[in-house]
């Protein structure tokens, strides 16, 4: 299976169908560079070991071009809430001074003085209501959302912490210093030590 059959065609599926098989190709394109680094070669007398670059570079690269898209949604919603937010906070405010308006203009009328207090009063408690159901309903969906966001998230940092633990685990062991060269004698002469 190549690399570039993990990132799967955008318009494809559902939205949550199409998360999940990102979030998927994701953790195969993590896993499939664990696995370069661990099959890799050691250099001689090093801890480094010898990976194709390129190769390596291509599948982070798509690991990377991945993500994105789930990021800039995740800043959407929080954009999204926010303009909800204070859409929802101006309707409410809006709500308010018309029937604080109209409050005022029934006042106005002797006649119907009490009648005007009761409606208007009655207007205000049905827009701070709806101005406040509106508000946790928005709330609860960008909650829903970010929750979904923030498990996905855990399961790919989940995925890059078992990746760099394995790559730490399969570290070779430094070899040993070279023994001290034996003092020369002051008597003889060796061209190579000077």
């Known amino acids: ?30 896993a499939q560079a664990v696995r370069m680094v661990e099959r890799s070669r050691p250099m001689p007398f090093s801890t480094s070991v010898m990976i194709n670059g390129e190769e390596l570079l291509g599948i982070l690269q798509k690991a990377f071009a991945a993500l994105p898209e789930e990021l800039r949604a995740a800043r959407w919603m929080l954009k999204e809430r926010d303009d909800i937010r204070l859409r929802t906070q101006r309707e409410g405010e809006d709500i308010i001074a018309a029937a604080r308006a109209r409050a005022e203009q029934m006042v106005q009328r002797s006649e119907v003085v009490k009648a005007a207090e009761m409606r208007a009063r009655r207007t205000v408690d049905e ?7 509106m508000k946790l309903e928005t709330e609860d969906w960008c909650d829903q959302r970010l929750a979904a966001f923030e498990a996905m998230l855990h399961k790919t940092a ?36 000077g």
């Not at 190549?2 to 998927?24: F, H, M, N, Q």
């Not at 827009?127 to 159901?133: F, I, L």
């Not at 070779?172 to 061209?191: G, N, S, T, V, W």
Request: charged share 30%; aromatic share 2%; net charge negative.
């Open 127 to 133: 827009a701070e209501e709806r101005a406040r159901r």
């Open 1 to 30: 299976m190549s690399t570039s059959d993990l990132v799967p065609p955008a318009g494809t599926g559902s939205a949550e169908s199409s998360s999940e098989a990102r979030r998927l190709a994701v953790e195969q394109l993590l």
């Open 158 to 193: 989940t995925a890059v912490s078992t990746g760099r633990q394995r790559l730490q685990d399969t570290r070779l062991p430094r070899p040993a210093p070279a023994p001290a060269p034996a003092e020369p004698d002051d008597d003889i002469f060796d061209q190579d030590m």
